[in-house]
């Protein structure tokens, strides 16, 4: 999704006007202004958002995230998607299976479908495109699901194991082909290195779940990581980023934990499983599995990094990992932060990815309203949770002053704004406490766009559809629940 993916097409436009004698402005490469009032220009993926067009056409849409394509038809009423699904230019089966879904599913909109499939480079059936698509495994598909294979599924009649890739590579067509189809499901975008990188990295493999039958189901891309020096370690705490190492260096740079860069870990580049048998707890299994190879092989950890979605980070946490980090800018193409989440195999591990939690949740809290501004109140919440039991690292040592003018907010006298500094530091205080004692509150969505987000009444009245002085009760009520578990 770059400016030269659509540079000819900018020619072709101004070859057209100049035929028709149709007066056009070129304001520079990739705006032309049409007798003063016809707009057209290229815009970054990232920054359509930001301005109203009457039609938008989006080129190579599987090369963007989802998300941001999902966003795209919550704004614009007029959406041409393009996309190569297949071949050189192709981007994979998660566009056309994940997003085409999502459109179908779609009440407000009518979808026109074509689909182009005559050769514009090479002749029909030409040997050379037919040579390419073969040696790159560009036409790799996932094998077909039917009702025997879903009863082997329930039965849990699988088996994992680390798979030969270099041996699928040369005897074995089916089963590389079956495994890739899988494999570029997990990203939205793909390259033929990918393939050839999991297949000749010493620091990488691959794993995979295969019913009874020897079908493919579910596929794991794993990098090996982690038993850093103290040199090294010492350089990465400066500017040094170590090869191959990606969860390590962020956690050294960010949070100059040292002790980490030492232990040894797997980090889940990938995990796809077949879409029409999502749900029926094959990547958790395989998650299971994966975590017992690790262990028995005496690796510290398993981690990720991914595009943090509220329904990625819950399969995450469902199977035990831990939140402890997000990127501070979003991927440019895919709209999303990046998060690292880590699930500790042993006592040393455990001991540091619970303070990274802390640490993690800790900076969250604190920088929303600069950095994480336009993350969801319901995403921060499910960023927020943990399986650990914490107690603020610092005391609440409220003046007297600032006691009663909670007590006047919380009896009514005085207004929300009157307390509104005391109630964000005691709400605070009450997120960073995870003890069991913790009082369970109403809504707290609400509190994250209040305080932690420093959202108007009016902005919380419009996103949770409720009205002004229902958020106010709400709120209300919440702060003095909080109020009386702290000084009860």
Do not use: C
């Amino acid at each position: 999704p770059e400016y030269n993916n659509v540079e000819t097409l900018f020619e072709f436009l101004k070859l057209g006007l100049n035929k028709n004698n149709i007066k056009y402005k070129e304001i520079d490469k990739k705006k032309i202004v049409v007798n003063n009032k016809i707009y057209i220009e290229y815009r970054k993926p990232s920054e359509i958002l930001e301005k109203e067009y009457d039609i938008l056409f989006v080129d190579e849409a599987a090369g963007i995230g989802i998300n941001i394509l999902m966003d795209y038809t919550k704004r614009y009423n007029k959406i041409v998607f393009s996309s190569t699904i297949h071949g050189y230019e192709g981007a994979g089966r998660s566009f056309s299976v994940k997003f085409l879904k999502y459109l179908n599913s779609l009440r407000d909109f009518r979808i026109y479908k074509y689909n182009m499939v005559e050769p514009i480079r090479y002749n029909e059936q030409d040997p050379i495109e037919k040579w390419l698509y073969d040696a790159l495994l560009l036409d790799s598909e996932y094998p077909e699901i039917n009702e025997s294979d879903i009863e082997l599924i329930k039965n849990k009649d699988v088996r994992f194991y680390k798979a030969p890739l270099k041996e699928w590579f040369y005897n074995d067509d089916l089963k590389i082909k079956n495994f890739v189809g899988i494999y570029i499901l997990a990203h939205y975008q793909n390259k033929p290195n990918d393939i050839a990188m999991l297949a000749d990295a010493p620091h990488h493999d691959a794993f995979v779940l295969e019913l009874s039958n020897g079908k493919i189901v579910n596929g794991i891309h794993i990098a090996y990581e982690g038993g850093i020096d103290d040199d090294t370690i010492n350089k990465m705490l400066k500017d040094y980023k170590p090869k191959g190492n990606i969860i390590p260096d962020i956690i050294v740079k960010h949070y100059r934990i040292r002790e980490f860069a030492k232990l040894r870990g797997l980090r889940i580049v990938r995990i796809a499983t077949i879409p029409e048998i999502q749900g029926m707890g094959l990547g958790s299994l395989a998650l299971d599995r994966l975590y017992s190879w690790a262990k028995e092989n005496n690796y510290d950890w398993i981690g990720s990094s991914f595009g943090v979605t509220y329904e990625l980070l819950n399969f995450w946490q469902k199977n035990n990992f831990v939140l402890v980090h997000l990127s501070p800018e979003k991927n440019r193409v895919s709209g999303e932060y990046s998060g690292i989440v880590i699930k500790s195999l042993n006592e040393e591990s455990e001991k540091i990815v619970k303070k990274l939690n802390y640490e993690f949740r800790w900076r969250l809290i604190n920088q929303i309203s600069d950095v994480y501004f336009d993350l969801s109140p319901e995403l921060i919440l499910k960023m927020l949770e943990t399986p650990y039991k914490f107690k603020p690292h610092f005391k609440l040592n409220l003046t007297d002053n600032q006691i009663e003018r909670l007590k006047g907010y919380l009896s009514s006298p005085m207004t929300y704004e009157a307390a509104a500094d005391v109630a964000k530091l005691i709400y605070t205080y009450y997120l960073l406490y995870t003890e069991k004692d913790k009082p369970k509150i109403d809504r707290e969505e609400l509190l994250i766009g209040k305080f932690l987000l420093s959202w108007s009444f009016t902005k919380i009245s419009n996103y949770f559809k409720i009205k002004k002085f229902e958020a106010r009760r709400l709120i209300k009520k919440n702060i003095k629940t909080i109020y009386n578990w702290i000084f009860k």
